[in-house]
């Protein structure tokens, strides 16, 4: 885990007031939770892009700040998801550093009901900035895998090389197994 | 008789012509009366005005032409795609098309209330999975300016210096072959291309409800502020639903421009940002010319010296309604 990416997604759902919130990177097939406060789970996950508003304010680079209709089939996209939310309100800035949008900074249900405001906006776009330092210091690339990947890992590794690691790979996959 | 001319023998023509600094001053004189400054009212500006004979481009997300919100305003055979080719690439294709997300919809949404009559065409700039390039955003930017379109929205922005001066040259055309550009300012006191150039107009967010209230700032690059706070926006698959952001006051003060460029469509760029300049709700509270200049200046300077200078928006003020 990313614990300045972490410290940062943590501190913004705070000013915020935000129930859950995320921080998604960029990768060649789409985008990937690598920090998430109020929905720790999905660190590591793949995230679909398709008409998700991270999608978008990663292309644009511009934040976007929303309360969508419940009936428009763009509310449950992208993060949201993964979680089978439809969140009642949405923020999300781009995480930009050395002139490259290398991220977004997402936030999604306001404690309370309503609107992030434009001061939640111009708080989170600040926090941002600094996840964009984050990522572009590569830190995203220490992220804890998930059992899956581990397990996928450790598979691969003893199949070419059973000496070493075979022991190993089964003992964490009974470990997975029980939970 | 004289002798036919043999060849190379004619006069020397001029192998271009002169430019136009060194016109006759009669050929350089404005069609129609004279306007000063106190003139430029609301109006003058735009009262009666409903954006007939305009056709504004939105560079953006595509448009759901089909809104209901939209009644028609939406050119659809007109629309193109631009995307990269397998070359890297990218290529231009008209064709109609939907919205991928929402946003040119809601841009296209605003500008709609405001000039009615105006025709709008989408020129989407993001792909499959709402993927951008700067290039592609150069191209359908390019696109619209060779078309001539009278007003361009882009709500876009790339923050990569290396596109600054493809950019820059882009909209310097624009400027010069008469299309007005209007672009979403940062959020953040960093550079995004192309809403830094004198030959774009820059908007952020003031905190008016009343598109017809936008503010003059005095301190560029971010030229006017428009409502973008809880806008109810026009959105994919017919529905609507409240935004906010920069992006929802670049098109709202589009649609103004929209307005005064079809009441008097031979303003130039520069001209009708002045017009902007001149109406706008602080300019306009000031009594005189001098005045109004210096009023609104230190009307914003005092808004920004109370508030935390977090933003570029905060650094040059917003001015509360």
């Known amino acids: ?179 | 008789m004289a002798d036919p001319p043999t060849p190379g023998s004619e006069p020397m023509q001029p192998m271009t012509p002169r430019p136009a600094w060194t016109r006759e001053s009669t050929v350089l004189r404005l069609p129609g009366g004279a306007v000063s400054l106190d003139d430029l009212s609301p109006e003058w500006a735009w009262g009666g005005a409903t954006g007939r004979g305009m056709r504004v481009a939105i560079i953006d997300s595509g448009i759901e032409a089909s809104h209901p919100d939209l009644e028609g305003c939406v050119d659809e055979d007109a629309g193109v795609v631009v995307a990269l080719g397998d070359d890297g690439e990218p290529f231009v294709t008209q064709q109609p098309h939907g919205d991928l997300f929402g946003h040119g919809t809601a841009c296209a949404g605003i500008i709609h209330r405001l000039a009615p009559e105006a025709r709008i065409t989408s020129v989407q700039v993001l792909g499959e999975g709402l993927s951008g390039k700067a290039t592609v955003f150069l191209t359908g930017l390019a696109w619209a300016i060779e078309q001539g379109y009278d007003v361009i929205n882009l709500s876009l922005g790339t923050t990569r210096r290396d596109w600054a001066l493809p950019f820059y040259e882009l909209c310097d055309q624009a400027y010069f072959r008469g299309s007005f550009l209007v672009t979403a300012a940062n959020n953040m006191m960093r550079p995004s291309f192309p809403s830094l150039y004198a030959s774009v107009t820059s908007v952020a967010c003031n905190l008016s409800k009343d598109p017809f209230h936008f503010h003059y700032n005095p301190e560029p690059p971010t030229e006017f502020l428009a409502p973008g706070i809880d806008v109810e926006v026009s959105w994919r698959e017919g529905t609507r639903q409240s935004a906010t952001g920069n992006s929802y006051a670049a098109p709202s003060l589009a649609g103004i421009a929209t307005l005064i460029r079809s009441k008097h469509p031979d303003l130039r760029p520069f001209q009708l940002k002045t017009v902007l300049w001149a109406t706008a709700s602080n300019v306009r509270e000031a009594s005189t010319a001098a005045g109004r200049l210096t009023s609104a200046l230190s009307a914003t300077r005092a808004t920004a010296m109370g508030g935390r200078a977090t933003s570029a928006l905060r650094a040059v003020g917003r001015i509360n309604m």
């Open chain 1, 1 to 179: 885990m990313n614990v300045v990416l972490q410290s940062i997604v943590t501190s913004a759902g705070s000013v915020a007031g935000a129930t859950q919130g995320w921080v998604l990177a960029p990768r060649p097939d789409g985008l990937e939770v690598v920090a998430a406060v109020g929905a720790g789970e999905l660190i590591g996950r793949p995230v679909p892009t398709e008409g998700s508003t991270a999608a978008y304010v990663l292309a644009a680079g511009q934040p976007v700040a929303m309360v969508p209709r419940p009936d428009d089939p763009a509310t449950g996209a992208g993060v949201a998801s993964l979680l089978g939310l439809r969140p009642g309100s949405v923020l999300c800035v781009p995480c930009v550093h050395d002139d490259e949008v290398l991220g977004v900074l997402e936030l999604v249900d306001k404690v309370g009901g309503g609107p992030f405001s434009f001061d939640d906006v111009e708080l989170v776009t600040v926090l941002a900035g600094i996840a964009g330092a984050a990522l572009q210091a590569g830190g995203d690339d220490v992220a804890v895998p998930t059992p899956d990947h581990l397990a996928t890992d450790l598979r691969r590794l003893a199949g070419a090389d059973p000496t070493t690691y075979a022991t190993v790979a089964r003992a964490v996959e009974a470990l997975l197994a029980r939970g």
